[in-house]
């Protein structure tokens, strides 16, 4: 009869480099196993730890040229904890990449302006990445970023890099200041009266908590930002990756599959609605 | 759509249509009496297909009686279609992959009842093209369906356009009228199964009969609103405050994603074994669980009335923008086996009542 769902299964990769970046999460470079396509910015993989379980992971870098993936994963869950066990050169089941990305041939030529909070910097990073690599394709580049402390800010050694970008701004704020912290303190909403730029010619990309994109979205529709130019990356429990298991359903919609990422005007019925 | 017009037949003849498909090699599944219900397994024998019980149903009950009609149980054929664990593959300490190997058989559902034959066409828009074990089975399969004479106090398979009659995607219909059984055939098998019988055109007399009992029948199974406009009146009531006050009875226990023939959530179960192995299982999850929108971080439905909310609109209005059909088909099922007696066509039925905001 064959087997069930050839979609399912994973394919067997290595993790080529382990990246330490908070107390709590870690970057692994894995290598893409042969046949596998390369992800685009904003899609994920589902990863798979022997024994434990699979979990959903964004691509928070790539090298074409080796195929090396990076995820950057914060240990929070059963799945993830045991991440934290894992070592260069451990094998790992991989299955990807999938969903729908950041619509990088849409921003050409426009402004684009990222709004990250805590860990949904690692799926903006191949946004930064991409705009880096060919700045001359786009606009102006303003990147929001806010997380609980300092010690929370996940790729903080490149926030020069960000910075040296070509006609780029960066703006980080933390919750809960220490000492030396010298930065913004407040959420990362707060940040958006910094972005000046024509909303008419501008793209927001938000990857957050769901709480924390609520209050950008309203700052942003306030400041004139249209939401056909608003994309959101939407969290959910995906478990399967390809819309079959139904647990990411927001609405109508299969996070996995119609998203992650949004436009604002496709899921602004339910956007708003309580536990939907 | 049906090959063949009305025929007229003797009821003793479904004894010689089960024996005809055992011939053939089908394995026959249909209705058997386990444990005081009606569940559906495979028979070896005609003799081992309930007959002369009733069953009851009203919300929260479920009982048998003697009678000469009944209309299912809490099983349906996604249980064979999309069994409810699955073993997706087994991955060695060493890392080998090995995928199980799922032996095809010839499956053929005797006595299926409207609802349910629509249930398999609803479930073939999910699965078919993304299912192997599913599109394997359903390539052979029979569908012999038995017209609904007597739909019981929690059908609405007329409101669903689902019954009480199927229309189409059957091999062969049969209708009790009485010792008479009327028979349509839907396929080239369907011709096959009815040419072993002594039938003829339907008479005057008995089509009329027919088309009363059938008419009558429908008259039973509706469910006190009406599909027209359905999907959007209930979206632009999705903050309705009916789907907390129904809520407040739920046991959140998700017996109804269970009996639902057409709920096809699933979880994956990670499953070590002693030799250092693994296996990933699939198996039936339902939105009223808790753990269906739980996060690590977090938790997307932490309300019951919410997870019910997320069960109504999509039977009701998701399932139709996701794959062009409504997730209902009328069984009742959800309503019969809910243990706090919660009517889906209630809540329906209050949502639409209630204003757009409340």
């Known amino acids: 009869m064959g087997k069930y769902s050839a979609t399912l299964i994973p394919l067997k990769a290595s993790i080529n480099r382990v990246k330490t970046e908070t107390s709590n999460v870690k970057t692994y470079y894995i290598e893409l196993p042969e046949g596998v396509d390369l992800p685009k910015p904003g899609q994920f993989d589902m990863l798979y730890v022997h024994g434990v379980g699979e979990v959903p992971i964004s691509v928070s870098d790539l090298d074409e040229k080796s195929r090396v993936v990076a995820h950057t994963v914060r240990f929070v869950g059963s799945v993830t904890k045991t991440f934290e066990l894992l070592r260069e050169g451990d094998v790992i089941g991989f299955r990807g990449p999938y969903g729908v990305g950041w619509p990088m041939s849409s921003v050409v030529g426009r402004n684009v302006v990222l709004v990250a909070g805590g860990i949904g910097l690692p799926p903006l990073r191949p946004v930064i990445r991409e705009i880096a690599r060919n700045r001359g394709a786009y606009g102006k580049l303003i990147i929001l970023y806010g997380a609980r402390t300092p010690e929370d800010l996940i790729f903080s050694y490149e926030y020069c890099d960000y910075e040296s970008i070509p006609n780029t701004e960066l703006y980080v704020t933390v919750d809960k200041p220490s000492e030396s912290w010298r930065g913004s303190v407040g959420v990362v909403t707060n940040l958006i009266k910094h972005v000046d730029v024509d909303p008419n010619e501008t793209y927001v990309f938000i990857c957050g908590p769901e709480i924390m994109m609520r209050f950008a979205v309203r700052e942003l529709i306030k400041r004139g930002f249209k939401t056909n130019k608003i994309y959101l990356s939407l969290e959910r429990r995906m478990k399967c990756g390809v819309g079959l298991c139904g647990h990411c359903q927001m609405g109508p919609y299969f996070v996995c599959k119609h998203g992650p990422v949004f436009p604002l005007w496709f899921i602004s019925r339910y956007f708003w609605v309580d536990q939907i | ?358």
């Not at chain 2, 009686?65 to 699955?86: A, E, I, M, N, Q």
């Open chain 2, 1 to 358: 759509m049906p090959l063949t017009g009305l025929y007229v037949g003797m009821v003793e003849g479904l004894r010689t249509l089960f024996d005809e498909l055992r011939g053939l090699g089908y394995v026959v599944v249909g209705y058997k009496i386990v444990d005081g219900v009606l569940r559906l397994g495979e028979l070896s024998s005609f003799d081992e297909l309930a007959r002369r019980v009733e069953d009851v149903q009203s919300p929260g009950r479920y009982s048998l009686v003697s009678g000469s009609f009944y209309r299912h149980g809490p099983d349906s054929p996604k249980k064979f279609l999309y069994p409810p664990t699955l073993t997706l593959f087994k991955v060695s300490s060493k890392w080998d992959i090995a995928t199980p190997v799922y032996e095809s058989y010839n499956l053929a559902f005797f006595g299926l009842k409207p609802c349910d034959l629509a249930s398999i066409k609803v479930l073939d828009r999910v699965l078919l093209g993304v299912d192997e074990y599913y599109a394997s089975l359903r390539k052979n399969l029979v569908i012999i369906v038995e017209n609904c004479t007597n739909p019981g106090n929690t059908c609405f398979c007329s409101t669903m356009n689902t019954g009480p009659r199927a229309r189409d995607s059957f091999d062969l219909a049969y209708t009790k009228l009485n010792d008479k059984l009327v028979l349509e055939a839907g396929s080239e098998l369907g011709v096959r199964l009815l040419n072993t019988l002594e039938v003829e055109p339907i008479d005057d007399a008995t089509y009329e009969r027919f088309e009363a009992v059938m008419r009558d029948a429908s008259e039973k199974a509706r469910a006190g609103f009406e599909l027209n406009g359905l999907p959007e009146e209930l979206e632009l009531r999705i903050e309705s405050k009916t789907y907390e006050e129904v809520a407040e009875r739920c046991l959140g226990c998700a017996n109804c994603n269970m009996v639902c023939p057409t709920c096809f959530c699933f979880d994956v179960l990670d499953v070590p074994l002693i030799d250092g192995s693994a296996e990933r299982v699939r198996v039936w999850d339902g939105c009223l669980n808790f753990t269906y929108g739980q996060v690590a971080g977090g938790h997307f439905r932490p309300d019951l009335w919410a997870r019910y909310r997320h069960f109504v609109l999509h039977k009701f209005a998701y399932w139709i923008k996701q794959f062009g059909t409504y997730g209902c088909v009328g069984c009742g099922r959800c309503i019969t086996w809910c243990p706090a007696g919660i009517d889906l066509r209630e809540t329906v039925r209050k949502v639409l009542r209630g204003g757009k905001s409340g």
